[in-house]
């Protein structure tokens, strides 16, 4: 495996970084020889196409690419809250004020840090926070001078993130069900642990228990996190 | 910044899925601002709702909800991260983070510090949130608060000083959990004022009838 690979990793003015991907050919991701080793095709750099949509709407402002993340995701985000017991009405206000954020966050968008699925429900997440409870969502900002900051991590995190990411979707398919059941009111309902136990009519400790066997999984199955 | 103390699971996975309300999140998100340790942790756990949002039943929308959207789109800029910050001098004095700072005034001069009694200051952070309170906490170098216990949990973010009470000792960065009826006393180590976030559900009982009586004036 030795083609070339033409990413380029550029420090934006927003200081997140991004990764661009190009024809230029620009030495290889990494100083030490073996990460030249490792070959990529330029278009595999975001193999995932609905990271690649994401970015078309950030770089683009792409409408087609838009509406693709729309058919995909906007059916499945009213799906998502209507979990939550939210009325068709309510979910589509939901679904409009996500996708509007989208628009308008693409460009904050990592798939270094994210998959696009895990990036597009935080989006519907903070949206729903918003319109439902009226709250605001409070969240660690990476621009903050009083944010400490990760190791730079290497365009390669890309791939990691996105391998991942598919690895984990597979495995809470097939955490045990009483473990995904936890996860699933916890997201689905946006219920505390606490009410999960009065729901499910157990012990605050076996909700907590299930918690962390179902993390310890995640955990020893991804490596250090 | 070496960071012992971190958030429970359990907490994390509320902050994650949005369960969480905005004052206790107010608690999480500085401590995320300074721990890469529940920050991937974090990371991982969205991946876990994107991968749940990704399996759910797809439900047939209006017809009319992408063109709404797209009407929406040219008021819609790009966004520029999450706003100007005015981390004031003060602020960055203590190295308070811009998730705290939000919800304070520009002017550090205008902070509205109100006196707790024993030398101990607060600025109430005003919130959305009826069901939790979030105060900035002043508390000068080796004061001893009295022995208190709290009905419900309490979230403590240390940015500046520090403390040691009988669950440990606690330096920037560091997030304190405390549980229903634990009943503890923090001792604020000396050379510094420890500048802390404490988010509580509920009033705090203190232990000393004394202190209970001025409880009402306290505020807490």
Request: proline fraction near 4%; glycine fraction near 6%.
């Amino acid at each position: 495996m030795s083609i070339d690979v033409d990413i380029v990793a550029e420090r934006r003015n927003s200081g997140l970084d991004r990764v661009h991907v190009g024809n230029s050919s620009f030495p290889t991701i990494g100083s030490n020889e073996e990460s030249k080793e490792v070959g990529l095709k330029v278009e595999s750099v975001y193999r995932d196409e609905q990271s690649r949509w994401i970015v078309a709407v950030a770089e683009n402002r792409d409408k087609k690419a838009f509406k693709r993340l729309f058919n995909y995701f906007a059916p499945r985000i009213k799906g998502f809250c209507q979990n939550n017991g939210s009325t068709s009405d309510r979910a589509e206000e939901v679904v409009q004020e996500a996708f509007v954020n989208i628009w308008r966050k693409a460009n904050l968008f990592d798939p270094k840090k994210a998959s696009a699925g895990a990036w597009i429900f935080a989006i519907a997440r903070n949206s729903r926070i918003d319109l439902i409870r009226k709250e605001n969502r409070p969240e660690a900002d990476t621009t903050d001078p009083f944010f400490e900051q990760n190791e730079p991590e290497s365009p390669l995190a890309v791939l990691e993130t996105e391998r991942k990411s598919k690895l984990l979707r597979d495995f809470v398919r097939d955490l045990p069900a009483e473990q995904q059941q936890v996860l699933k009111l916890a997201f689905f309902e946006e219920k505390p642990h606490s009410e999960v136990a009065e729901e499910l009519g157990i012990p605050l400790g076996t909700v907590k228990s299930r918690i962390r066997l179902a993390f310890k999984r995640i955990r020893s199955e991804f490596g250090e996190i | 910044m070496k960071i012992t103390h971190h958030l429970s699971e359990e907490f994390l996975l509320d902050y994650s899925s949005g369960a969480l309300s905005e004052a206790w999140s107010i608690a999480v998100a500085a401590h995320l601002s300074k721990c890469s340790h529940c920050r991937a942790l974090h990371a991982k756990l969205e991946e876990v709702g994107g991968s749940l949002l990704s399996d759910s039943t797809p439900e047939g929308l209006s017809d009319d909800i992408f063109e709404n959207v797209l009407d929406r789109l040219d008021e819609a800029g790009a966004a520029t991260g999450n706003g100007v910050r005015h981390n004031s001098e003060w602020a960055s004095r203590y190295g308070i983070p811009a998730v705290v700072t939000d919800y304070l005034a520009a002017d550090a001069n205008k902070l509205p510090w109100k006196s707790l009694g024993l030398g101990v200051s607060q600025v109430v952070l005003e919130t959305k949130d009826s069901s939790a309170t979030a105060r900035l906490l002043k508390i000068p170098a080796g004061k001893k608060v009295p022995h208190h216990s709290h009905k419900g949990r309490e979230l403590t973010v240390i940015f500046s000083g520090g403390f040691t009470d009988e669950t440990g000792s606690y330096g920037p960065g560091d997030i304190q959990e405390i549980h229903g009826s634990t009943e503890h006393q923090p001792w604020v180590r000396e050379g510094e004022d420890c500048i802390c976030l404490a988010v509580t559900e509920a009033p705090l009982k203190f232990s000393s009838v004394a202190v209970r009586l001025a409880q009402p004036l306290i505020g807490i």
